[in-house]
């Protein structure tokens, strides 16, 4: 699987951004879809992420409602909707796609990540 991140980009406090994703290869076989970030210093951290099964969704709790993820299946994209921006969200977001599979031992899952897309907040 291969994902490709676009919309970053610097905004003031406040302000929206919306990023995309589009994921070639082995589409049909992704779990879960999600996007994670890192600011400075700090390690990642998952901003949401939906199921491709029943699209259930999960946020960080920094996100507060301000933040939403969705997708469209029929140009295997995934897109962070980004309103009220603060500086503190300024960091790299990055596109992950996860792949489940089962062996005999039971269950494992394959991360694939994007080049990472920066986001700047400034006050």
């Known amino acids: 699987v291969q994902l490709v991140e676009s919309g970053g980009g610097s905004v003031q406090a406040g302000g929206s951004l919306r990023l995309s994703c589009v994921a070639s290869?082995?589409?049909?076989?992704?779990?879960?879809m999600g996007w994670y970030r890192q600011a400075p210093g700090r390690s990642y951290e998952l901003v949401a992420s939906?199921?491709?099964?029943?699209?259930?969704?999960n946020y960080g709790d920094f996100v507060k409602g301000r933040f939403t993820i969705s997708r469209d299946d029929t140009q295997n994209a995934l897109f962070l909707q980004m309103n009220s921006l603060d500086p503190e969200d300024t960091a790299v977001y990055y596109c992950?796609?996860?792949?489940?599979?089962?062996?005999?031992?039971?269950?494992?899952?394959?991360?694939?990540w994007g080049q990472g897309t920066q986001v700047t907040v400034s006050s």
């Open positions: 992950n796609a996860v792949i489940v599979g089962a062996v005999e031992a039971g269950t494992y899952e394959n991360n694939y």
């Open positions: 290869g082995t589409t049909d076989s992704i779990s879960r």
């Open positions: 939906i199921r491709t099964g029943d699209s259930s969704k």
